[in-house]
């Protein structure tokens, strides 16, 4: 069965049951559907053809309806978030080539101009108030049909898609739900956005068992006030999210169980936990059930876990990232972690060179380079050791170095750039730290503070928020190795030396 007629069918048993609760609105199954039924509609009007549909919104019940009436119509989504700068998001679309671009926001002058033959989403209440619509899934997507395509980050400095199959979601989505903690009317956090993978953690395991989505805005994600007033008055069964945003809601005494009772399992992935943090919120709830979870975009969400306790925070310097899921089968070649089986995406959309780099097959099966360097004991339990190249994880999002490089490189009186990760001892990316060659001199400190701050205004046209380094080095010459290359290892030492 289709994911979209499983959720259908939940819709038809249940169709007042709460599929997501934003701030101020709940909905339920039965609106979700009707939704779906009005937008693919308006999909079907337009006479398309089968590429993909970019989807240009915020984490709301509008923009997730959109997400499946585009599955139902038989395309795949790609969800850009609203809070995109527009060169980058200008890059996607130029990447993508969609067939169309639905849009549930409002737009500046600037998106109204990139996305000029776009289908503007609006939900009345009469929509919202209509039956639980019939719905055909004949043409809906299922198998090998892409069902998805997110943009990550590149080395070049554009934006690289992830193609994610139905039946890649498939395997990811039974698993949460068959090999996690199973909660009557589970209430699951959605936090991470639509347009970074780890929000299919939440997305496809609730809408499959009849689960509510506590939707969190980007207002109460960035708002301490927000944030702990959202939550202090919400019940959440199951917390999904980075661990750094776990290190953000661990400042607040509140978080703990005592004053949650009804939050009994956590599942994190998107970087790596540190020990600290574990212990921090073992500590906090100590009956909860924690799990560490691992795995790239290109292999579908996570491909392992493990639940934490202390005995296994005692045995072990590192926390580790799991056991292999079913489908999965996880191999070191040459220290580096591969992904082999069900999980593996199809590739980048559209692009056979930076895919015939990474994607490959073992056994007949299709496998991934992760770039991660790795052990496996003798028990199955994958252990993390790092990155083998230029890609880190900071605050809980994946990124690629060399894309911040390239996009710094373009800026004027910049020579070269390297952006290298700083980190703590519990080997957690704390800051990314931008060394730039450039001829041009300061007079005093301010000069210096006046020129980033117009490195950062140019820099944020392009890249996400996340991305932007934290510290900018200025450098008359690079140091280089032996090789004739920049000696990366020498700037890091630098960073060492100056603090």
């Known amino acids: ?38 937008i693919s509609e308006q999909i079907n009007e337009r006479n398309l053809n089968q590429r993909p549909i970019l989807i240009f919104g915020k984490n709301d019940f509008i923009t997730l309806a959109a997400m499946l009436a585009t599955n139902l119509r038989g395309h795949a989504y790609i969800p850009v978030d609203a809070h995109t700068p527009f060169e980058r998001t200008e890059m996607i679309k130029s990447a993508a080539k969609p067939a169309a671009v639905l849009t549930t926001v409002a ?3 600037d998106f109204e101009a990139l996305f000029t033959d776009r289908i503007s989403l609006e939900l009345t209440d009469q929509i919202l108030t209509d039956k639980l619509p019939a719905l055909d899934f004949s043409k809906a997507v299922s198998g090998n049909d892409s069902n998805y395509i997110i943009y990550t980050s590149g080395t070049t400095g554009v934006p690289k898609g992830v193609e994610v199959s139905h039946d890649n979601l498939v395997t990811f989505t039974n698993w949460m739900n068959n090999d996690f903690m199973k909660i009557e009317n589970n209430q699951i956090l ?31 994600t960035t708002n301490f006030k927000l944030l702990f007033e959202r939550l202090n008055k919400t019940v959440i069964n199951t917390w999904i999210s980075t661990p750094s945003f776990v290190d953000i809601c661990l400042l607040d005494p509140s978080f703990t169980e005592k004053e949650h009772p009804q939050l009994v399992q956590f599942i994190l992935c998107g970087e790596e936990l540190t020990k600290k943090t574990a212990e921090k919120l073992l500590t906090a709830f100590p009956s909860a059930y924690i ?11 996570a491909i392992s876990s493990v639940k934490i306790t202390k005995e296994l925070l005692t045995e072990n310097d590192r926390v580790p990232i799991g056991f292999a899921k079913p489908g999965v089968d996880l191999k070191i070649m040459d220290k580096e972690i591969i992904i082999v089986g069900d999980s ?7 692009n056979p060179e930076k895919t015939e780099q990474a994607f490959f097959t073992v056994d007949g099966k299709p496998a991934y ?22 890609q880190v ?28 990760p700083k980190t703590n001892d519990q080997h957690k990316v704390t800051a990314l730290i931008a060394y730039l060659e450039t001829e041009k001199t300061f007079e005093d400190r301010a000069a210096e503070r006046a020129f980033t701050k117009e490195l950062k205004a140019e820099l944020s046209k392009t890249i996400m928020d996340y991305m932007m380094p934290t510290k900018f080095v200025y450098l008359k010459k690079f140091p280089l190795n032996q090789n004739g290359k920049v000696d990366r290892k020498a700037l890091a030492q630098k960073e060492r030396g100056d603090n």
């Open 1 to 38: 069965m289709k994911l979209l007629e499983q959720i259908f069918e939940i819709a038809k048993k249940e169709p007042d049951l709460i599929v997501l609760a934003e701030r101020e609105q709940k909905f339920t199954y039965r609106q979700l559907f009707a939704a779906v039924s009005h």
């Open 107 to 109: 737009l500046s002058a």
């Open 190 to 220: 959605s936090q991470a956005l639509y347009s970074f993978d780890l929000s299919i953690f939440s997305l496809y395991p609730s809408l499959t068992t009849g689960g509510t989505l506590i939707s969190l805005s980007r207002d109460e």
């Open 291 to 301: 799990y560490n979870t691992y795995g790239p975009t290109e292999a579908t969400g």
């Open 344 to 350: 593996v995406a199809k590739g980048y959309f559209e």
């Open 369 to 390: 380079h992760t770039g991660d360097a790795g052990s496996i004991s003798a028990d199955g339990m994958l252990r993390y050791q790092g990155r083998i190249d230029f």
């Open 393 to 420: 994880k900071f605050n809980g999002f994946r990124i690629e170095l060399q894309d911040i490089e390239a996009n710094i490189q373009n800026l004027k009186e910049i020579e070269k750039a390297v952006v290298l």
